[in-house]
């Protein structure tokens, strides 16, 4: 194979990153690269984590979002913990920083996380059980009325009606009085519809999971051994043959025992390997995981990156939009053409 159809290259960037992008002025080359080597940049948020709090991935991305002109930015957040309405503002003004490329990386508490998560808040209204189903019932609760609430404003409800004195056009907002099993939600939002309509809202997916998230997102960094990776990708495929899928990719020297595929830094034929493999596996995409990224995310620019493109696994990235560069149909919005 020599070329590879709407193949896209990701990275994700936690803690250790941050502290690496924003030293000295080598920083901001370094993100330059960042910003013009990748398609997706993550941001998975660090909440309730075994060693306690870390990164705040929506902040990060905020930060980020504004010094970056390429690279779609997916912030994290852990939706079984944080208010569904504040987390859809948040996203939808990420949008507008980045001008179109934002999305949610939607992180669900697995049973461990969701205990530290209560012990850290104590007993909160609308929490849900640490049971498994319990949380995976309100993962797909929160995403369906943060989807809701981006469309709870018509893209022409902002007409700053000098004569009249209206800012908006009160029949253009909607009433999204959502009722689940742990929260309900009125709307509309205070912010204004997303210039994607729908930013892209991505999980991580599991052999364990799959059948419970791949339902309700528009991409899936799927994470298994080389032995379950196909069989994994063609079940979801099979299931939601929409649904965008880039495989986990760890970059760095030395094993971890857990994630999948390793690329060592001085090995670019290996990374070269894998990403054709792959591409013909029927993936859309690949997510480098650096395993110190102040080791890992130089070579991973200079060296690697250079010669995938050169191998002639990517295509150039069409629009701005990170919807349209996913080649994800134009998001309508649901409450068009409704009553009011």
């Known amino acids: 194979m020599t070329s590879a159809t709407n193949f896209h290259l990701s990275i994700d960037l936690g803690l250790p990153s941050h502290d690496v992008l924003t030293q000295d002025a080598r920083s901001e080359v370094l993100l330059q690269q960042l910003d013009e080597g990748f398609d997706l940049i993550t941001l998975e948020d660090g909440f309730a984590l075994p060693t306690g709090d870390g990164l705040d991935g929506i902040l990060f991305a905020n930060w980020l979002g504004a010094r970056t002109s390429h690279a779609g930015i997916l912030a994290g957040a852990p ?56 949380l995976e019932q309100d993962f797909n609760e929160a995403i369906d009325v943060i989807r809701r609430l981006w469309d709870s404003w018509e893209d022409d409800a902002v007409i700053r009606d000098r004569e009249s004195q209206r800012f908006i056009d009160g029949a253009k907002l909607r009433y999204v009085d959502f009722r689940g099993t742990n929260f309900n939600v ?4 205070i912010t204004p519809r997303p210039p994607q309509g ?9 052999p364990e999971n799959r059948a419970s998230l791949a339902s ?52 670019v034929d290996a990374a070269i390997t894998s990403a054709r493999r792959l591409a013909s596996a029927g993936l859309d995409g690949i997510r480098f995981l650096p395993r110190e990224p102040e080791r890992d995310l130089a070579p991973l620019v200079e060296h690697v990156l250079p010669v995938i493109r050169k191998a002639g696994l990517l295509q150039p990235r069409p629009g701005s939009a990170l919807r349209e560069r996913l080649s994800l149909p134009a998001a309508a919005n649901r409450y068009v053409g409704t009553a009011a």
């Open 198 to 206: 729908q930013p892209v809202i991505a999980a991580i997916i599991e």
């Open 79 to 134: 939706v079984n913990f944080l208010e569904p309405f504040h987390v859809s503002t948040a996203i939808a003004t990420l949008d507008y920083v980045t001008e179109g490329r934002a999305g949610l990386l939607a992180q669900p508490l697995d049973d461990s996380r969701a205990a530290a998560a209560r012990r850290a808040t104590g007993e909160v209204n609308g929490y849900p059980d640490d049971s498994r189903e319990a």
């Open 186 to 189: 009125l709307g509309p939002s």
């Open 216 to 267: 309700s997102i528009d991409l899936a960094f799927v994470r298994a051994s080389g032995e379950q990776l196909p069989s994994l990708v063609k079940d979801i495929k099979s299931r939601h043959p929409e649904l965008r899928l880039f495989a986990d990719v760890e970059f760095g020297a030395g094993w971890s025992g857990k994630e999948t595929i390793l690329v060592r830094a001085a090995d």
